[in-house]
């Protein structure tokens, strides 16, 4: 129902700044709380942030308060991830995740993003 491409990844300096965007394909987009994952080396996918449906509510992780910004604009099947001050522990594939709900919970999805890459160096 809903395809997810993440964009944006790279390698940055630690300090830094990145902003992650997610791309949907479907027409239902407004549908879906979103999430952001990260996957660190050799680690489990953990959450990182999600955003109720129409942007009114939003939820992270400890380490991504203050420095993370979770949006999204409806208009363009898009969420975006706003990464500043960016630490060498944020380095992880990054992947974006569709739940039809009006806000995220639990672990579950009904699509994710293949992921993209974000390396910070010290």
């Known amino acids: 129902q809903v395809q997810l491409v993440e964009s944006g990844g790279g390698l940055v300096q630690a300090g830094g700044s990145l902003r992650l965007s997610c791309a949907s394909s479907?027409?239902?987009?407004?549908?879906?709380?979103m999430g952001w994952f990260r996957q660190a080396p050799g680690k489990e996918r953990d959450f990182v942030a999600a955003i109720s449906r129409f942007g009114t509510k939003t939820d992270y992780t400890d380490s991504a308060k203050g420095r993370f910004t979770i949006s999204r604009d409806n208009a363009k099947n898009t969420v975006y991830l706003q990464m500043n001050s960016l630490k060498p522990e944020d380095t992880g594939i990054y992947y974006c995740?569709?739940?039809?709900?009006?806000?995220?919970?639990?672990?579950?999805?009904?699509?994710w993003g293949q992921g993209t890459q974000v390396t910070v160096s010290s």
């Open positions: 479907g027409r239902s987009f407004s549908n879906y709380a």
């Open positions: 995740a569709a739940q039809y709900s009006g806000y995220w919970y639990g672990t579950s999805a009904d699509a």
